[in-house]
């Protein structure tokens, strides 16, 4: 080290090296505009006496339209940058990919769970379990956590008033309790 700051050159930061995993993100982004279009039909309606700009299927033709469009000219640049690129890394970038589908699993269990163990519960044990996963074991941290899983179901529930049901595990406690957990945490 010689105590002098690392100079990079901007063509480094203009031009990066690109995958052939590019490609395949332009194709499922392209491949779901697609899929969300050919659904639009099923999905949305155009209300008679309603103008244009007021339909219910317009916003949603103008979103999807435009993912389209969108999702075809990623496909289209990504192929032309990547026409003499090596397959080399490839299906590493899309391993790296699909490792962050885990976080999805964790929301989706956690969807499903809070109906049935209430919010606070369940967020406790999800901020736990996720910082866990994540590597931290220090005691600070997982109290810092804890704190924010709770400040956050307190905040949501009690001071902003959203309405998220609560669990099927409160009809279980005394009945001033579960009124107090039901509306408040």
């Known amino acids: ?19 052939r995993a590019e490609i395949v993100f ?24 309603v103008p244009f700009v007021k339909q219910p299927a317009f916003w949603p033709v103008v979103a999807i339209t435009t993912m389209t469009i969108f999702g075809a000219l990623e496909l289209w640049f990504s192929w032309r940058r990547n026409r003499q690129a090596s397959s080399d890394g490839t299906f590493a970038e899309i391993a790296v990919w699909l490792r962050a589908m885990e976080y999805v699993v964790w929301f989706m269990a956690y969807v499903w769970l809070v109906p049935l163990t209430g919010y606070l519960p369940t967020t406790l044990v999800f901020t736990a379990a996720l910082t866990l996963r994540l590597g931290y074991r220090s005691a600070k941290i997982f109290l810092a956590a804890l704190l924010t899983g709770a400040v956050t179901v307190i905040v949501f529930k ?15 406690l005394p009945p001033a309790l579960r009124n107090f957990m039901i509306l408040y945490l």
């Open 158 to 172: 009690s001071l902003l008033g959203v309405r998220i049901p609560g669990g099927a595990v409160y009809e279980y």
């Open 1 to 19: 080290m010689t105590g002098e700051p690392e100079h990079h050159h901007i063509s480094a930061l203009a031009a990066p090296h690109h995958h």
């Open 26 to 49: 332009g194709l499922a982004a392209f491949i779901l505009a697609l899929f969300l279009a050919t659904n639009i039909p099923a999905q949305t309606e155009w209300a008679k006496g």
